[in-house]
Each structure stands twice: as structure tokens, then as C-alpha cells.
């Protein structure tokens, strides 16, 4: 039985019928079969009491099994046991019951406001629109949503609304893209490569992300890396003085001051759109710094182009936000390890340092990367521990629940407005409100009104992977939850009955409540962002669950010693070093735990991606499923049925193979990328590596192995250990399976090539040494023959770009060769039968078509019809180019072309560029 005040009900009702009594007529409403529970009767009235919600007299009855009135009863206190069930209901009918009552998510107000906002949003992303039109359309449609509530016409009115809610959010969207006429974007010279000084104020945090460089940086200095952050434009200096607006993303490659928002800074460098996407798969960053009101991006290269000029007026809220951040850092990073400093920062703060790779990988393929970010769990964990603070202190109420808001809008600006964490703190806003205001609870419209909220106040971050995961998992929380936690609802254990009464017991029960629950909660997490984390970390993560479940209780302990070593490093003292060793221990435990789980075979999944027929599939299945549960028994029989259908939606066919050799090579700036394919599915990449990107692997190679539904590299070929042909490497080996990684015999005397060796043989790849006459095997429908350097001791006495391998590739009754940085000594050493394997159709450049990589022997042997050359624009020199003009080559380059390739079937060649038009020699270039 619930007590509720003074009235207590025996609940052994199978249904309800609720009795709404309006100002004319009476009309009855028969619900779903429902089990009644303290969380339901929270707000409920005594049966037969009528009272008003929403303009209407509401009476509740509950009915018994057979229809017959149930009174409530008044007699005095109720017992221990809340609950009590009839003699033959057991705890799993009791649970099928729960499930097909629990409310499905119809219409509500919020979400028929938020849904057309948001796709309202995404409209004018797809198609852009002028914001007169719109303003103009969103007139006209709220003149007849007046009309139509003037002349009580409900229908149109509420088609006018969701009309309205769409253009709103169209009209949010245009607003951001329209730039005034001091825009910073409109005085920029696109045409010309000179630098431009201007002066602003720093409204973002600075983030540092150091280079992903193989090897250790030379003599201990601190790593190479980028501070990016935003800067609100007030003038152009150079190289004319104006006023000016807008936002400009800085990217500095220099150690930089003590910078903080709200200082106002003076900035000299190339001021520039953003980069477009040149190859095919890439992220359009561009596309993603428009919709957050950034047009235009500067380089500082030098320390002496960026000043620090003071405060800045108006931003002392930033100032002061900054300065509490850096305090409570300094305290929490106090007398710890720089990895366990920046793991705890991480969780508590959500600092945006780097966290040791090896641990940021384990926590992806175990799906467990939202407790790094601050999301609503952080936000809940810190409200149960205040609530449980003020209870033990004595303070509850009204003034309590205050408290807690203002302490939790306090730690949400603190840890940077993350969305999630925005979004857990407006539901739990939205849920205090309606407890004030003795209203229902719905925690759909509270998450849909928090969506619609933030969409508003930031028309971008509804594209944002962030905004969509921290949804998507709480919808399915809400969503799919019961029906989970319904199935695990097993007949009371015999063995429970045999330990006598008391904290054994109790101890038992919540134990056994909290496993229960949290897989529960994480699986119904999981069921939901399942296709978006398919599409976005290219993972399917099986072993999430027991990640979670046991990776919770670590995490849980390091969030609060996290918050007492932040209160002990303000205070100091020696319970402060105490409290960081075993801070340290506890940290080096789940670091082992979260690498061992994410080291079990089957845990994690590489996935391409997903098609839009395998969302909606998934999108399908899941509804049906849970539907089906809802209105009808469940049975787990069904269920594991049902979620075995749900999980092929997540079966990806990609794009048809080719129909010969297919060679890529990718647009990565000054560096080397390329990627063999084979109509049998075979994949070969020679080289990942650039200078212009930190990790090409990341952003560039992988993300084309996905666009063409590839997971599996048959063989990583690395040329020779420079940072611009093997720094994307690692990112590769840790997100495919990589059957064998082939290299030169002295490719590790550098640090940089004992680094990534050392990376494949964490990963436990296969690593094979190739030299002079070895053929490169278990590549299907592809046959490799490595032309350079040496075997055995004789590859000793070269070094550097002249010990680069030399590997000719043959496929489709066509050959490519693959030079690496070779120079002229290195060709000019190749024995006999090297050279006479030196003939191809398609040659990649040596060492980016520079001066010294010029050899007139190679052009000769080569004798190819394509020459390729991957370099920055300015790199190349024209003299190593007009050798292969003068030998009939037709040169192709991807600082012209963006991503380019080249298909061979039955000796016939087929080029194709990702973007522009070089001059092809007649070939066919779309």
C-alpha cells in the first residue's frame, strides 16, 4: 500500500479509469492497465476528490480487476512493506503490468514546439533562406494562428503553430548567416596571401591540442600543439584601420601567455575562410564554423604577433569565470600526476586538456566516453550529494531545492555551458518548477523545452554530436528504460529468503537494485544512440553495459575524491598529499580495468557508418518493438527476438567495390596518403602522414575508409619514420583492424619509428620488415614488390629520404609506384633489378615534387603516364615537374584538385578529382 499524507490506498488495481468532468459534459477516459507506485501517486488526489488541472474538474476512481469501485482507506500508519500484492500476482506480472501502462510519447506541447523548431533549423541549413521571406512567412502564419483561436478553430490552430514553430526556428537559423556591413568576412582580401593585424577580445577558453607525434619531443621540451579560441573582432589595423564585427577562430602554434577570456588582445597573421572539405568523407569544419557565427580563421606562428593589450570592458563575468576555473585546477592538479590531473579535470571541470591517449581510447571502444564530458550525469551525482548534505544538516524545502538550482547553474557555467550539462540542469529546473507549482512531472516536455531552449539561444548546436548523443540517450532513458528494467523483474530468489532480516538484506536488495538498474539504464542509452555512435566514433560497442557497470563505481569514486582534493588543495595541508596518493591508486586501477575491458575480443566493432535504409530500419525495428511491449504481454522470448531485429539495422552495405585497381591519394597539405583498393576487398595504404594537419589519420584517411565502407587494412606500408608520411599512422591502427604493418629494415633507428612500432605492437599488429625483393602477400586481387631499400646490412649505409622504400603495386592489367622521399642517391643506388621494375602507369612524386628529389633515371625507367603530387600549394618545384611534362607524363596535384583517383580495369585508366579542374590532358575529369 502508498502512504500519501494522511489517506493510504491498497493498490491491487489492474487499471484506472479516470472520470474528467468538464464545465458541460462528462466524459470518461479508460487508460492502459497500470501499477500504481509512489512516483505515479506523488501528486495524485484521494480517489472521488475532483480537483482542477488545466481548466478542467478531474475526478480519479480506481477500479479493480472486474471493474468494481476500490474506496481508500484512512486507517492509521502503514506498514513496513509499501507494497503488497495479491497472494497470486508474482513480481513478473506485476512488471508486465508496469510496461503496459507506461505512458507512450504522443503529442505534448513541448515536444509539438521543439520538433518543428529544430527541423525548422535544419531547413535553413539545407536550403538557405533570406531572412525577409521569412520574417514575412512567420507574420502571415502567426495572423492566422490569431485567427484561427479567435474562431475556435483548433485544427488549423495548431497546424498555424507547429508552421510557426518551423519558421521560427528557420528565421533563428538565418539570423546567424546574415553578416552586417562591418562584418570582419567582408574587408578580408580573399585573393591575396598578405597578413592582417586586428584587435578584439577573447570570448572562449583557449584549448591546447598537442600534435599526435609518434615520438617524444626533442630534449624535453614541452609537445608541439595548437591553442585555438575565439576572438570577437573590434577593428582591423591592418592593413587598414576600421571598425569591425564578427567572430574569428585563432589558431596559434606558439607557447602562448597567460590568456583568458574577457582580455582583449592585438593579433597579426593570415586571416582566411575556413578550410573546405577536399576529400571525400572529410568533415566540413567550414560548414560547422558558419553555423557558429565564425566566418573567418587567423594563424599566429610567431610569439611576438599576439599581444595581450588588458581587461577588456563589459567581460569581467568571463574574467572572473576564468580566474575560479584556474584556481580550483591549480588545487585539484596539486601533488598529482600530469595524467591523473588532466583525467580529473576532465570529470569535474570539464578541462579541456589531453588526456594520456591510451585511456581516451580504451573509454571509446568501451562506450563510456560521457563520463570524461560533463553531462547530466556529473549534474545528477553533484544534486544527490548537496540533497544528501542538506538532509543530514537539516535543511530541506523550498529553500533547499533553490539552493541546489543556483548551485547547479553556478557548476554548469563553470564547466563551460556544455550542452549536455545545459540540458540536465533546465530538466532539472523544469521538474523543481512543476513541483512548486503542484503540476505533473513529464520529463519529455522538460527534455523537449530544454532541446528547444538551447536550439534558440544557439542555432548550432542541434548539429553538434554532443547535443544529439546527450539527447538521444536521456529520450531513450525515458523511453525505453521501463520496459528493460520490466524484463529483469525476476521471481523473488529462494536464496534471499534464507538470510534472516536486516542490513545483510537490505544490503543484498540494494545492491541487487542498483545492477539492476544501471544495465537497465545503460542499455536503453545504448539502444538509442546506438546508429549515431555507429556514424560518429565508427564503433559498435557491445560491451558497454559492463563497462558501464563496472567502470560507474571508479569513476564515482574519483568524481568525489576529485572534489575533495579540490577542497583540500585550497585549504593545503598533509591530508591533501594523502588524499592524491590514493586518488593516484584508485586512478592507475581503473586505467587498468577500462584498457583490459577495451583489450576483450568482440567488445568493440569497427563500423563505417551507417545508411540512411539502415537508420530508418533501426528507427523501425526499436519503435515496433517497444510499441509491441507496450499494448501487448511481453515476453523476453519476444524481446531477444525483437532486439535481435533492432541490431540488424545496424548492418551497413557499403559502396560497391571497384571494378579494377583503384588508387587514391588523399589531400592531406605537405604530406603523403595514399589508399589501394581491389574489386576482390583488398585495401593497401602507403603512408599517413602531413605536416598541415595534426593527425591525418583522423582527419582525413579514416574518414574516406569509412565513406567507402571500409573497417579492415590488409597491409599499412610506411615509406620511412618522418612525422609528415607517418603521424596519422597510430589513429589507423587503433580504429581498423590492421592485419600487418610493413617497413623498411632500419625504420626504427629514429625515435619517431620505434614509437609507432611500439603503437602496433600495443595494438598487436603484426610488423614485417621488407627490403629489396620481398613481394608483398595477403593483399586480395593486389600484387606489391618492394624496388628499395636493401636487405640485411647493406640497408645500413643509407639514411633519411634516401632509405625510403620504393614499392610498385600492380592490379587491373595497371601498375602505380610508390616513391615515398627518395632522393637522387637513393635512385641513382637501385641494383638492376629494382630498375627494370621501376615501369608503372601512374608515379606518386618523390618527396612532394621538391628540387632535390629530381632524377632524371627515375623519369626515364618510370616511363609513366600519370604523375602525381601531393604538396601544398608553392612546395613543389617546377624543373622536378617539367622532367615528367618533357616525358609525357600528365601531372596531377592535389593542392589543384583537392583528393584524386585513379581506376584501372583491363589497362584502361579512369581519373577522377574530388575538387577543381586540373589540366588532365583531355582525360575526363568531372
Known amino acids: 500500500m502508498h502512504a500519501l499524507g494522511h489517506r493510504v490506498y491498497h493498490v491491487h488495481a489492474q487499471s484506472m479509469l479516470l472520470k474528467v468532468t468538464l464545465l458541460r459534459s462528462t466524459v470518461h477516459i479508460e487508460t492502459q492497465p497500470i501499477l500504481l507506485t509512489e512516483n505515479n501517486l506523488r501528486h495524485s488526489q484521494p ?28 486507517s492509521g500508519p502503514s506498514p513496513k512493506n509499501d507494497v503488497q500484492r495479491p497472494e497470486t500476482q508474482s513480481v513478473a506480472g506485476a512488471a508486465r503490468n508496469e510496461v503496459r501502462g507506461l505512458p507512450w510519447p504522443i503529442f505534448r506541447p513541448g515536444l509539438a514546439l521543439a520538433i518543428p523548431f529544430l527541423l525548422g533549423i535544419w531547413a535553413a541549413d539545407a536550403v538557405p533562406q533570406s531572412t ?40 533563428r537559423a538565418s539570423l546567424r548567416q546574415d553578416l552586417p556591413a562591418d562584418h570582419v568576412a567582408r574587408f578580408t582580401p580573399l585573393d ?206 523550498r529553500s533547499a531545492r533553490l539552493a541546489i538550482l543556483a548551485i547547479l547553474a553556478c557548476y554548469t557555467v563553470l564547466t563551460g555551458l556544455k550542452a549536455s550539462a545545459v540540458r540536465a540542469f533546465l530538466m532539472t529546473a523544469a521538474v523543481t518548477g512543476a513541483d512548486w507549482a503542484g503540476r505533473r512531472r513529464d520529463s519529455l516536455s522538460s527534455l523537449a523545452m530544454a532541446a528547444l531552449a538551447i536550439a534558440a539561444v544557439d542555432p548550432a548546436q542541434p548539429f553538434e554530436a554532443g547535443f544529439q548523443l546527450s539527447f538521444l540517450a536521456v529520450f531513450g532513458i525515458l523511453w525505453i528504460h521501463p520496459l528493460l528494467r520490466a524484463f529483469v523483474s525476476a521471481p523473488r530468489d529462494p536464496l534471499r529468503d534464507l538470510t534472516p532480516p536486516g542490513r545483510v538484506r537490505r544490503a543484498i536488495d540494494r545492491l541487487d537494485a542498483y545492477a539492476r538498474d544501471a544495465v537497465c539504464v545503460s542499455m536503453a542509452a545504448w539502444l538509442a544512440t546506438a546508429p549515431l555512435v555507429a556514424s560518429t566514433f565508427h564503433l559498435a560497442t557491445p560491451a558497454t553495459n559492463a563497462a558501464n557497470l563496472l567502470l560507474c563505481p571508479f569513476v564515482l569514486v574519483e568524481l568525489g575524491g576529485a572534489a575533495a ?109 595514399h589508399v589501394c583498393e581491389t574489386p576482390e576487398g583488398g585495401v ?78 600495443r595494438e598487436g599488429i603484426p610488423i614485417l620488415r621488407a627490403s629489396a625483393g620481398d613481394v608483398i602477400a595477403g593483399v586480395p586481387g593486389l600484387a606489391g614488390d618492394v624496388l628499395w631499400p636493401p636487405p640485411g646490412k647493406k640497408a645500413l649505409r643509407h639514411s633519411g629520404n634516401e632509405a625510403s622504400m620504393l614499392v610498385r603495386v600492380r592490379g587491373g592489367g595497371g601498375s602505380a609506384l610508390f616513391t615515398g622521399d627518395i632522393d637522387a642517391r637513393g635512385v641513382n643506388a637501385l641494383p638492376a633489378a629494382s630498375v627494370a621494375g621501376l615501369a608503372a602507369d601512374a608515379i606518386i612524386v618523390p618527396h612532394h615534387g621538391s628540387g632535390g628529389s629530381r632524377s632524371e633515371r627515375l623519369v626515364r625507367f618510370a616511363g609513366a603516364r600519370f604523375a602525381i603530387v601531393s604538396a601544398r600549394r608553392g612546395f613543389a618545384s617546377e624543373a622536378a615537374l617539367d622532367e615528367y611534362r618533357r616525358a609525357g607524363a600528365v601531372r596531377l596535384a592535389t593542392w589543384e584538385a583537392g583528393a584524386l583517383w585513379m581506376e584501372v580495369e583491363q589497362g584502361a585508366w579512369t581519373v577522377r578529382t574530388f575538387a577543381g579542374s586540373p589540366k588532365t590532358g583531355g582525360l575526363g575529369v568531372p
Open 192 to 397: 591575396t596571401g598578405g597578413d592582417t593585424a586586428l584587435q578584439g577580445v577573447v570570448v572562449s577558453e583557449p584549448v591546447f591540442r598537442s600534435r599526435p607525434s609518434p615520438g617524444p619531443a626533442p630534449g624535453g621540451a614541452p609537445p608541439s600543439g595548437t591553442t585555438s579560441f575565439d576572438v570577437e573582432v573590434e577593428c582591423i589595423l591592418e592593413p587598414a584601420a576600421r571598425p569591425a564585427t564578427g567572430l574569428v577562430r585563432v589558431s596559434a602554434y606558439v607557447p602562448l601567455p597567460a590568456l583568458r577570456p574577457g582580455f582583449r588582445v592585438a593579433l597579426h597573421g593570415p586571416l582566411r575562410p575556413p578550410r573546405e572539405p577536399t576529400n571525400p568523407g572529410q568533415i566540413d569544419h567550414a560548414a560547422r564554423l558558419r553555423r557558429a557565427g565564425i566566418h573567418r580563421v587567423l594563424s599566429v606562428s610567431r610569439p611576438d604577433r599576439i599581444r595581450i593589450l588588458g581587461a577588456a570592458e563589459g567581460h569581467a563575468w568571463r574574467r572572473a569565470v576564468a580566474a575560479v576555473r584556474l584556481r580550483l585546477l591549480d588545487a585539484l592538479g596539486s601533488g598529482l600526476r600530469p595524467d591523473v590531473a588532466a583525467f580529473l579535470g576532465a570529470i569535474l571541470l570539464g578541462a579541456p586538456d589531453d588526456l594520456a591517449p591510451d585511456l581516451a581510447t580504451a573509454f571509446r571502444r568501451t562506450g563510456t566516453l560521457h563520463y570524461i564530458a560533463i553531462s547530466g550525469f556529473h549534474l545528477v551525482m553533484l544534486s544527490l550529494g548537496l540533497g544528501w548534505a542538506m538532509a543530514r544538516a537539516g535543511w530541506g524545502g
Open 47 to 74: 480517489a472521488g476528490t475532483p480537483f482542477a488541472y488545466a481548466g478542467a474538474e478531474i475526478t480519479v476512481g480506481i477500479t479493480g480487476p472486474k471493474g468494481e469501485p476500490m474506496a481508500p482507506m484512512t
Open 684 to 761: 593497401l595504404v602507403f603512408d599517413c602522414g602531413s605536416s598541415g594537419y595534426a593527425d591525418p589519420g583522423r582527419s582525413v584517411v579514416a574518414p574516406y575508409l569509412w565513406s567507402r565502407g571500409i573497417t579492415e587494412i590488409d597491409a599499412l606500408v610506411l615509406s620511412h619514420p618522418d612525422a609528415d608520411h607517418v603521424n596519422g599512422g597510430p589513429f589507423l591502427m587503433e580504429s581498423f583492424r590492421t592485419r600487418a604493418v610493413l617497413v623498411s629494415p632500419i625504420f626504427d633507428r629514429p625515435v619517431v619509428g620505434r614509437a609507432v612500432l611500439d603503437r602496433a605492437t
Open 565 to 673: 582534493k579540490t577542497a583540500t588543495g585550497l585549504a593545503g595541508g598533509s591530508p591533501d598529499a594523502a588524499l592524491a596518493a590514493a586518488l593516484q591508486a584508485v586512478h592507475d586501477v581503473m586505467t587498468l580495468a577500462a584498457r583490459t575491458l577495451a583489450a576483450i575480443p568482440g567488445g568493440w566493432i569497427p563500423v563505417a557508418g551507417l545508411t540512411t535504409r539502415g537508420v530508418l530500419l533501426y528507427a523501425a525495428a526499436l519503435a515496433a518493438w517497444v510499441r509491441r511491449c507496450r499494448v501487448q504481454r511481453p515476453r523476453r522470448e519476444l524481446a531477444g527476438i525483437a532486439l535481435i531485429v533492432v541490431l540488424l539495422g545496424l548492418a551497413r552495405t557499403g559502396p560497391s567495390g571497384p571494378a579494377g585497381l583503384r588508387v587514391t591519394t588523399l589531400d592531406v597539405g605537405q604530406g603523403s596518403a
Open 132 to 171: 525577409g521571406a521569412l520574417t514575412v512567412g512567420l507574420a502571415g502564419v502567426a495572423v492566422l494562428l490569431a485567427t484561427s483561436t479567435l474562431l475556435r478553430r483548433r485544427r488549423a490552430a495548431w497546424v498555424a503553430l507547429l508552421v510557426a514553430a518551423a519558421l521560427a526556428g528557420a528565421l
